[in-house]
């Protein structure tokens, strides 16, 4: 069993930077992916960015990147999501999500073990 947790989330003005982050205890693996996904109000959960702790290859969806960075800390088990250049449209609740042998990083259903989310809120 695998449980997220998140932290790091708030309030802030159009281009400035939050720093999210997710901590995963029990079970860990050097086949696990971690990523997050948001979702805002009336809309469906989507994709944001995913690290593999093989190797650390990265993956974002084409709305983040160049803005987020996203990085993991083997020995702690943990995840961050560097969010720079923030814009209204980032608004959501982020969900850090991690999966075993995740071959399609970018579904939901890859990923086994969920968080609760954490708000991040963009004020124009």
């Known amino acids: 069993q695998v449980q997220p947790v998140e932290s790091g989330g708030g309030l802030v003005q159009v281009g400035g930077s939050l720093r999210l982050s997710c901590a995963a205890s029990g079970r860990t693996s050097s086949n696990q992916a971690m990523g997050w996904f948001r979702q805002a109000t009336g809309q469906e959960r989507e994709f944001v960015a995913t690290v593999f702790w093989i190797g650390g290859q990265t993956i974002y969806s084409d709305s983040v990147k160049g803005r987020f960075t996203i990085s993991r800390d083997k020995n702690k088990n943990t995840m961050t999501l560097q969010m720079n250049k923030l814009e209204p449209e980032d608004t959501a609740v982020y969900f850090c999500?991690?999966?075993?042998?995740?071959?399609?990083?970018?579904?939901?259903?890859?990923?086994?073990?969920w968080g609760q989310g954490t708000q991040v809120t963009v004020s124009s």
């Open positions: 999500a991690v999966g075993f042998g995740v071959n399609r990083a970018r579904a939901q259903e890859a990923y086994s073990y």
